[in-house]
C-alpha cells in the first residue's frame, strides 16, 4: 500500500543542519487541546533545545493547526489517518493499516528511540515497531484504573506494554495498575510545572473581585457537577464571589442545567475554552479540583506555581503527591461535596489563609521543574540507546 499525499509529505523535509544529540520520534493520535498534549509538546520543544534531533509522528492530516506551539525544529509529519471514509470497507482497509504506515514513518525518522503517548496510540506503536531494532518508551497519561477500554483492550495493552523498552507513569499510583513484569521496565516521571516568566513576579491585589476558578474538560470526571452543589449554599452566604469554569465538552449543557436548578444562574460563568488560562490563574483567588479521578493534573500545578491557594479533592491519583494537607493547599476526602463545601468556606473568609498556603505552594515549580522532568527523560532516552539489553 503507498502514502497519500498527505501522509507523504514529510518524505520531503529537510534534515537538521546541526549536529544532534541523537533522534528521537514521538507519537501522539494529534496535538490538541489536553493535557497529554501539552506535555509532549513541552517535552518536544525542551529535547530540541538540549540538542536533540524530535520528529513528531501524528494520525491528524495536519490541516488543522496544532493547539500547543512546537519549537521550529521539531519536525511535525500528519499521516492522515484518522480521516472519515465513505464506505464502511475504506475505513476497514485504514484502520488495519494503520500500523504499516506508521512504522513505514518511524523508519523513516530514522530514530534512536522512539516515545509514545496514550494507551491506544501506544498500543499502535508497539505493534508498529515489531522486528525494529530501536527501543519504544511507552508512555501512560491518564488513570489506567478509569481508563475505558475494556477487558479486551486492557489485556492486550499489558501484554503489549512487555515489549516495550520503558513504561513511564506519572504517579506511584498509576505504576500499580499493571502487572510486575511489566513494573520491572518502568519509571515514575511526574508532569512538569510551569508557568510564565511575566507572572512569577506579580502579586495578585487583594482588592480585585473575588473568583473561584476550576479548569478543565467538561466531564463527568472531572466533577463539576459535586463542584456546583457545594458552590451553591455558598453563593448565598458570599455575594460578593463568583465562580469561574473554564472548558468546554460533552457535559456543558447538563451543568448549566444543574447550575440553574441551584438558583447559581449569574453567580457562575461558563467561560470556555482558552490558551490564556495563566492569565485567568492570575486574576484568581482561588483554586478549586472536583474530580473524581486524575492521571496527574497539571492545572493543578500550574495554579500552584501561580501562588493560588488550591483545594482539590484527593481522588486518585495526583493531588496527593502535590498537595500538603493545610500547609500548601488543602485536601478533600474524594467526592465529599460537604466538606469541600467547608474547605472553599474557609479559604473564601480568610485572606491571610490564601495568602500564606499560596506562598508555600508556589514552591512546587522546585519540585516539578521543566528543567528537573526533562533531564529525567533524557537520561531516561540515553541509558535507553547505550544499553545493549533493552528490549527491542
Avoid at 529537510?14 to 533522534?23: A, Y
Avoid at 480585585?208 to 470526571?221: F, N, P
Avoid at 481522588?315 to 493545610?326: A, F, K, L, R, V
Amino acid at each position: 500500500m503507498t502514502l497519500e499525499p498527505n501522509q507523504g509529505d514529510y518524505l520531503s523535509q529537510p534534515e537538521s543542519s546541526h549536529k544532534p544529540k541523537g533522534r528521537l520520534t514521538l507519537v501522539i493520535n494529534k496535538v490538541s487541546a489536553g493535557g497529554a498534549q501539552r506535555v509532549l509538546t513541552l517535552l518536544a520543544n525542551e529535547l530540541c533545545e538540549k540538542g536533540w534531533s524530535v520528529t513528531l509522528l501524528t494520525l491528524d492530516s495536519g490541516r488543522e493547526p496544532v493547539f500547543f506551539k512546537l519549537h521550529p525544529r521539531v519536525q511535525h509529519w500528519p499521516l492522515s489517518l484518522m480521516r472519515k471514509q465513505e464506505s464502511f470497507w475504506k475505513a476497514v482497509r485504514i484502520f488495519l493499516s494503520r500500523p504499516f504506515l506508521l512504522r513505514c514513518a518511524i523508519k523513516k525518522s530514522k530514530p534512536d528511540a522512539v516515545i509514545s503517548f496514550v494507551e491506544l496510540m501506544n498500543i499502535l506503536t508497539i505493534v508498529a515497531s515489531v522486528g525494529l531494532k530501536t527501543p519504544i518508551i511507552v508512555s501512560e497519561r491518564g488513570n489506567p484504573f478509569f481508563s475505558p477500554m475494556g477487558r479486551l483492550w486492557s489485556f492486550f495493552r499489558q501484554e503489549c506494554y512487555k515489549r516495550a523498552a520503558c513504561l513511564v507513569v506519572q504517579t506511584q499510583g498509576a505504576l500499580s495498575f499493571f502487572s510486575a513484569s511489566v513494573q520491572e521496565n518502568s519509571r515514575v516521571i511526574p508532569n512538569p510545572v510551569l508557568v510564565p516568566d511575566y507572572l512569577t513576579s506579580s502579586k495578585k491585589s487583594e482588592t480585585s473581585s473575588k473568583t473561584l476558578v476550576a479548569i478543565g474538560r467538561l466531564s463527568m470526571e472531572k466533577g463539576f457537577d459535586l463542584l456546583l452543589m457545594a458552590f451553591a449554599p455558598l453563593a448565598k452566604k458570599f455575594p460578593d464571589w463568583m465562580l469561574d469554569i473554564i472548558g468546554d465538552g460533552l457535559e456543558r449543557e447538563a451543568l448549566e442545567s444543574l447550575c440553574d436548578e441551584l438558583g447559581l444562574k449569574g453567580r457562575v460563568q461558563f467561560s470556555g475554552l482558552t490558551k490564556e488560562h495563566y492569565q485567568v490563574l492570575s486574576r484568581a483567588d482561588i483554586f478549586v479540583l472536583p474530580s473524581r479521578h486524575e492521571g496527574f493534573p497539571n492545572v493543578l500545578g500550574e495554579a500552584m506555581a501561580c501562588g493560588l491557594p488550591v483545594v482539590s479533592f484527593n481522588c486518585p491519583y495526583g493531588p496527593s503527591e502535590m498537595i500538603h494537607d493545610e500547609v500548601n493547599g488543602l485536601l478533600v476526602p474524594c467526592e465529599n461535596i460537604l466538606e469541600l463545601s467547608c474547605s472553599l468556606e474557609k479559604l473564601m473568609i480568610s485572606a491571610e489563609l490564601r495568602k500564606n498556603l499560596g506562598k508555600q505552594a508556589m514552591k512546587i515549580t522546585e519540585r516539578y521543574s521543566l528543567e528537573r522532568i526533562s533531564q529525567t527523560w533524557e537520561d531516561l532516552v540515553s541509558n535507553l540507546i547505550s544499553c545493549p539489553s533493552i528490549k527491542r
